[in-house]
């Protein structure tokens, strides 16, 4: 064989084998990954952001300690002065005629539109109660309790309150004029003739530094006055009774007189 021939036959065999390795995969290029391109002058927060409110703040009021005290009740009434007995008379048929099973709760002496405060207060509260110079007053006004269908206060001026709508007559105090016997406080069947009139009740027969004095008539027992002390002979405590009252806010004071002998039963000045 040719030399030439057989070099040539072998650089074609080389440049195969060279061929053969060229075409494998070729290499990929190594990427990295690529960063976002954040707007200018943006920053990133983390965590919650905070919300600042660019609305001006206004600062509390101050608290005022000084308020005004409130006004005094000054409205009197303008009807004829009578006596508690004398307006029990003209009172007590406009009560039954509201329910027959009424039983007596007060009487008192009050300032028109009061009416319904009338339980919910102290005797002798001015902003209520009118004084009762000699016994006697001008708007006289009567509280009845049925044990059956709650309480009204009626007034010589013509006024009658629902006091169980005024929140006034609860369901124990219901209960208490339940009690059978209770049966004296009955208006069907009390006897007035058998009571002191307030013209005759003394209050310087008790506590002579009484000033400007208020009188009330007064069931004690259902409207939880008391324990009243017995008398010494003996018995209960008296069903009716007239609680005479300081009108002077600054001075508490009272006397309770037994409604049927005109007696004192307490003195609030005495041991």
């Known amino acids: 064989m040719n030399k ?30 690529r960063q976002p391109t954040l707007p200018a002058q943006t920053t990133q927060t983390i965590g919650t952001p905070t919300v600042v409110d660019a609305a001006p703040i206004t600062p509390p009021p101050t608290p005022v300690d000084d308020f005004p005290s409130p006004t005094p009740v000054t409205i009197t009434s303008t009807g004829e002065p009578l006596t508690a007995l004398q307006a029990l008379a003209a009172l007590k048929p406009k009560a039954l005629a509201w329910q027959s099973d009424v039983r007596l709760a007060m009487l008192a002496n009050v300032r028109p539109g009061q009416q319904k405060l009338l339980l919910g207060v ?13 016994g ?13 269908r709650g309480g009204v206060a009626i007034s010589m001026d013509g006024t009658e309150v629902d006091l169980v709508a005024e929140g006034s007559v609860t369901g124990e105090m219901l209960g208490s004029f339940s009690d059978p016997r209770l049966s004296p406080l009955d208006l069907a069947t009390l ?15 008790g506590n002579s530094a009484i000033k400007s004095i208020g009188i009330a008539l007064i069931a004690p027992a ?20 007239y609680e005479a009252f300081s009108a002077d806010p600054a001075q508490q004071a009272f ?11 307490l003195d609030s000045a005495k041991p």
């Open 4 to 33: 030439r021939i057989v070099l040539f036959a072998t650089m074609v065999m080389l440049m195969a084998l060279v061929s053969a390795c060229d075409s494998g995969p070729a290499p990929q290029p190594t990427s990295q990954p």
């Open 136 to 148: 006697t007053g001008r708007n006289w006004t009567l509280v009845a309790v049925s044990p059956s």
């Open 222 to 241: 259902p409207l939880g006055v008391g324990p009243l002390p017995t008398p010494q002979s003996g018995g209960a405590p008296p069903t009716l009774a």
């Open 255 to 265: 006397v309770i007189f037994n409604a049927v002998t005109g007696e004192v039963v």
């Open 191 to 205: 006897d007035a003739g058998h009571l002191i009139d307030s013209d005759k009740i003394d209050a310087s027969a």
């Open 122 to 134: 102290a005797l002798g509260d001015p902003d209520v109660f009118e004084p009762t110079p000699g």
